[in-house]
């Protein structure tokens, strides 16, 4: 059983930055791929970025390659995003997610436990 906890959003001007956390409970964190994804209001979830459970991997859409970038800690039970250059295109409900395979995949299905959720706006 992992459990999920989101923290840092807030409102942000375009152009600035904000660093999301997500804190894992569990012994297991390490085993497992992490995700972020976002939900705008009537849009689907959508991928943002994947980490491997090693950290050595990681994957991120097309839509915030080069100013998104995700990481993790494993003896914090920790994993972040930090968000530059943040457009109104980024405002979103921002989920992390625990993957069981151990990828941080794209496919939101193969997550198997998720955080509440943190609201990112971004004013143009």
């Known amino acids: 059983q992992v459990q999920l906890v989101e923290s840092g959003g807030g409102l942000v001007q375009a152009g600035g930055s904000l660093r999301l956390s997500c804190a894992a409970s569990?012994?297991?964190?390490?085993?497992?791929?992490m995700g972020w994804f976002r939900q705008a209001p009537g849009k689907e979830r959508e991928f943002v970025a994947g980490?491997?459970?090693?950290?050595?991997?990681?994957d991120y859409a097309d839509s915030v390659k080069g100013r998104f970038t995700i990481s993790r800690d494993n003896v914090k039970n920790t994993v972040y995003l930090q968000m530059n250059s943040l457009k109104p295109e980024d405002t979103a409900v921002y989920y992390c997610a625990a993957d069981m395979y151990g990828r941080g995949g794209r496919t939101w299905a193969m997550y198997e436990y998720w955080g509440q959720g943190t609201q990112v706006t971004v004013s143009s």
């Open positions: 980490i491997a459970w090693s950290g050595g991997s990681t």
């Open positions: 569990g012994r297991t964190f390490s085993r497992y791929g």
